[in-house]
């Protein structure tokens, strides 16, 4: 796993979720007691430690702003710096806009295309199970989940070596991006075409991650 400690750590000190999951701490949730009741528990949109409720958020400075979406665009895609680094400075390289390219090379990455493709549930458990060999790529084994996949190949669950994933991938109903087709019953994902900037949703503004490594 690239990410390490609390997963909402980040969600919380940004007072909103970075993956849109429902079990975030920063929404509130409906919460059943054993005899039967319910209730609703308060969001925790502050940050994580016993003045985080009444702590007052600092206006970031420029730097702190660039930051923080450089750190949000990471844990989005549970990346290390070390990896998000190689990717920027390869999507520097050659025409075209570079935060459009960064994206697109992000999206293209399997572990990506996994968790969007609704194969898994987050991108955690995707990394997991691209690393334990559940995931095939044309039909063939990959375990590298920055693995490059190109418009047309079909990445699917093995569902003889993980029949329980294959399951839980039929139960997940999160709506796909435009670049991808999902065939629940046979659990793979096809990817269409090269996913277009307004095509990609990641919360987070891509200029200023540029803007922060080209300082």
């Known amino acids: ?24 701490p920063t929404n509130s949730r409906v919460i059943k007691s054993r005899e039967g009741g319910e209730s609703t528990s308060t969001p925790k949109a502050y ?9 007052r958020r600092n206006k970031l400075s420029t730097y702190g702003e660039l930051l923080l979406e450089k750190q949000k665009l990471r844990t989005f895609y549970n990346l290390s710096e070390h990896q998000l680094q190689f990717i920027y400075k390869k999507a520097k390289q050659g025409q075209g806009i570079t935060g459009d390219k960064l994206l697109r090379l992000l ?6 295309v996994v968790y969007r ?9 995707a990394r997991q199970a691209v ?31 993980s029949p329980m994933l294959s399951t839980i991938a039929k139960g997940i109903d999160a709506p ?5 087709q999902k065939d629940k019953e046979e659990c793979k994902v096809t990817v269409t075409h090269e996913p277009l900037p307004e095509e ?16």
């Open 131 to 161: 690393s334990h060999r559940h995931i095939l790529v044309d039909g063939k084994i990959v375990d590298r989940a920055s693995f490059v996949v190109k418009p047309g190949q079909v990445v699917s669950i093995s569902s003889e070596r």
């Open 176 to 180: 796909l991006p435009a670049y991808l």
């Open 1 to 24: 796993m690239t990410m390490k400690g609390p997963k909402h750590t980040l969600c919380r000190r940004i007072g909103q979720c970075i993956w849109g999951l429902p079990n975030c």
């Open 117 to 125: 493709g609704g194969l898994t549930s987050t991108i955690f458990a």
């Open 107 to 112: 999206e293209m990455r399997l572990v990506t």
């Open 47 to 55: 940050p994580a430690g016993q003045h985080g409720p009444t702590k």
């Open 200 to 215: 990609i949703n990641s919360n987070v503004t891509i200029s200023r991650v540029v803007e922060y490594y080209a300082r």
